[in-house]
């Protein structure tokens, strides 16, 4: 429903807490820009401030802004392997991401989500979302609007569906999460998720 994509899209950039529908699971979005929506999402889930965030983009021009010089060549080859889907790059931030993202540190995780929800948000609020899963700190990741509300319901988060007989949360699990070495053309993985091993295996000896 475009209308609802509009009005959830302008409830984010103005600072408000959306729950959206990703390719992975349901991530608890807020402007990645905005200090006090920031603040809102550790609240609301109990996450302790060491634990950064994962910034959503719209594509690798949205990307390009949160990324000191840009995306680096490997890590532009990866994306357009791997993006629009389950694959977080960590890359050296520039100065409009916010220290809270990052738990101050100089790197920031990006990744453009497959779901076709989640990316019509973040292209209607203009503005890059971050987004870890929709429940409490701990609680186990969840896959459905009523594993949100379940969860969080007792605070102010307007939560998106997926269209009808479309999958919310198709591959179930996080993102894959590496660190891209834009010297070297090296990559360590961070964490284990959608994007099998095997595929960036694959991927790097391509």
Known sequence: DNALVAEAGAALADGKLVAIPTETVYGLGCNALDLDAIAGVFEAKGRPASDPLIVHV???????TLIEGGLPAVATRLATAFWPGPLTMV?????????????GGP???????????ARALITASGVPVAAPS??????????????????????PILVLRAAPGEAPCGVGIE??????????GALV??????VPEAALARWLTG
């Open 107 to 117: 790197t920031v995780g990006v990744r453009c989500p497959a779901h076709p929800v």
């Open 175 to 184: 993102s894959t999460v590496v660190k891209v070495d834009e010297a070297g």
């Open 58 to 64: 719209d594509g690798v021009a949205m990307a390009d």
């Open 189 to 194: 993985l961070l964490r284990r998720g959608g």
């Open 134 to 155: 929709a429940n409490r700190f701990g609680h186990v990741s969840p896959t459905s609007a009523e594993h949100v509300m379940a969860d969080l319901g007792a605070h």
């Open 91 to 103: 890359l050296p931030k520039t100065e409009i991401v916010p220290d809270a993202i990052t738990s």
